[in-house]
């Protein structure tokens, strides 16, 4: 696997942007690259603040499955900025990790509860912001929206249910000036894939870590995206791995 570098930076001075899942990994780097961008950002992260993110990039426990916990970022938003322009929603899990037969409906709810649910109470939450603003929504996808992959009845599932909630959610705010994407997102080196890894189950597994993509990659395009360029896209549906980022990668 050909391992994908950063597109370049388009500046984003000024705006209000809120990533979850920030605490690590690619939402770590990605609040870190809306911040070079000129973004002021607040992170959300799930337990355990970053020690790796700037002073002046605000920090909240967020998980996204607990409507007070969304309900505070949001009066934190209000109250230190007014305004939100930015949105990634990129808190996401892929456990369970099994096959379908060993899998309680339960478990397969816990990964709706954070991929999709999730995704819908934080927009829904920020909603009133990104109206005023005209702002744009960033979700992480994957592309196990699309390929079946052994294992992965929870993950595939949701992620594709993601992919139709942000076609919607653009069907329904779209002409409001929201933009909303779907970013699919390769294997990329986190701490997620070392679960993979671990489970030995399809091809994705596989991959040795040396092989994977750095976050700073997907986490570039999302910032990207961000920007004013990004507005002269039309698909809502997009991937890292689209000609017109590796384009940019060279």
Request: with cysteine.
């Amino acid at each position: 696997m050909t391992q994908l570098r950063t597109v370049p930076t388009e500046p984003i001075d000024g705006k209000i942007a809120l990533v979850t899942g920030a605490g690590q990994g690619i939402g770590l780097a990605t609040a870190l690259s809306l911040h070079a961008a000129g973004a002021k950002v607040v992170a959300g992260y799930y337990r355990w603040p970053s020690a790796s993110l700037p002073a002046e990039i605000d920090q909240i426990n967020m998980d996204v499955t607990q409507q007070n916990a969304v309900d505070d970022a949001a009066k934190l938003i209000g109250a230190k900025y007014g305004a939100l322009d930015i949105l990634v929603n990129n808190a996401g899990v892929v456990a369970p990790i099994g096959h379908f037969d060993d899998l309680s409906s339960e478990d397969i709810a816990t990964a709706f509860d954070v991929n999709v649910i999730g995704v819908h109470r934080v927009v829904k939450a920020m909603l009133p912001f990104l109206k005023r603003s005209r702002g744009v929504v960033v979700n992480a996808g994957s592309g196990a929206a699309f390929t079946p992959l052994e294992g992965w009845a929870a993950y595939c599932a949701s992620k594709a249910a993601l992919a139709m909630l942000s076609r919607v959610i653009d069907l329904e705010i779209g002409a409001l000036g929201v933009k909303t994407f779907f970013l699919g997102i390769p294997p990329t080196d986190t701490a997620m894939q070392a679960k993979i890894r671990s489970s030995g189950l399809n091809r994705i597994s596989e991959i040795p870590q040396s092989s994977l993509n750095p976050v700073e990659a997907p986490a570039s395009v999302i910032a990207w995206l961000c920007s004013a360029k990004a507005r002269a896209i039309e698909a809502i549906l997009v991937d890292v791995r689209d000609e017109i980022f590796v384009e940019m990668m060279k």
